[in-house]
DNA sequence: CATGTGACCGGTG
DNA sequence: ACACCGGCCACAT
């Protein structure tokens, strides 16, 4: 995991936007990417989901001691509500992290169909800008 | 060092 | 509705 400063600051966007998303509700990597300023990057949105927990960790060594209670855990970060634009579960191969992502929107109140969709007109969350 | 793969997306045909 | 493409970049081989 050797990640330049600029890619850092990425992923640390993305991990902050996810962290956003309220409960119940979803929103896609494409537009993670749009709010990043980086519309075109939203492949690294899936990216640094998929490599969440190794991230997270690297993140976390490089802030000062007293801030590293604080910083994202895999448990605490809803990635979750982070959905494909065409408001589907994206299929990971092998894992049944998929499973388990259906699982937690349900318990949170978002209906998910047997193809793995959840309707986003309902329970999308696409705002033009956030504040960090 | 080079090449292929992928939690993606919008545009084009 | 479907398939392909280019853009992007971390990782694996």
Redesign the pocket.
């Known amino acids: 995991?050797?990640?330049?400063d600029e890619?850092k600051n990425?992923h640390h966007g993305v991990y902050t936007v996810v962290s956003l998303i309220p409960y119940g509700h979803v929103t896609?990597?494409?537009?993670i990417?749009y709010l990043l300023n980086k519309?075109?990057?939203?492949?690294?949105?899936?990216?640094a989901?998929?490599?969440?927990s190794?991230?997270l960790q690297s993140l976390r060594q490089d802030l000062p001691e007293e801030e590293r209670q604080d910083y994202f855990t895999v448990d605490t970060l809803p990635?979750w509500r982070?959905l494909?634009?065409?408001g589907k579960i994206?299929?990971?191969?092998n894992s049944n992290?998929?499973y388990i992502?259906a699982i937690r929107l349900q318990e949170e109140g978002v209906a998910v169909s047997s193809g793995h969709k959840v309707d986003l007109d309902e329970y999308g969350w696409f705002p033009d800008e956030v504040d960090f």
């Open positions: 995991m050797n990640l330049t890619s990425f896609s990597y494409g537009h990417a519309p075109q990057n939203s492949r690294q949105v899936g990216s989901l998929k490599h969440l190794i991230v990635w982070v494909s634009s065409a994206s299929p990971r191969g992290a998929e992502q």
